[in-house]
């Protein structure tokens, strides 16, 4: 089948999972974000850190699929997040 010039489409979902648990089951959904489990205070956290994040994105007027994975992590540690440490003992 020949190209036809159209690009794919790039998409982005930012998926945050709670672990800790109190008994509930908890599932959060957006624009471009899911959540889920979590007790409440952490799935709560979750969906402020997600819409924090989607409002940094439209200050710049801009949408998750559209950013570098460097951009991402800028805009993650301007709003709390911290990358974790691959090495840990």
């Not at 998409?11 to 109190?22: A, M, P, R, W, Y």
């Not at 409002?55 to 007027?61: F, H, Q, S, V």
């Not at 949408?63 to 992590?73: A, K, R, V």
């Amino acid at each position: 089948m020949a190209n036809t010039g159209q690009k794919k489409k790039r998409s982005g979902l930012l998926l945050g999972v709670g672990l800790d648990t109190d008994g509930h089951k908890r599932v959060t959904t957006g624009p471009n974000f899911a959540l889920v489990g979590g007790t409440k205070d952490t799935h709560a956290h979750m969906t402020e850190q997600a819409i924090k994040i989607n409002e940094k994105l439209k200050a710049r007027g801009k949408q998750l699929p559209e950013i570098s994975h460097q951009e991402f992590d800028d805009i993650a540690h301007e709003v709390g997040l911290k990358r974790a440490d691959a090495k840990q003992n």
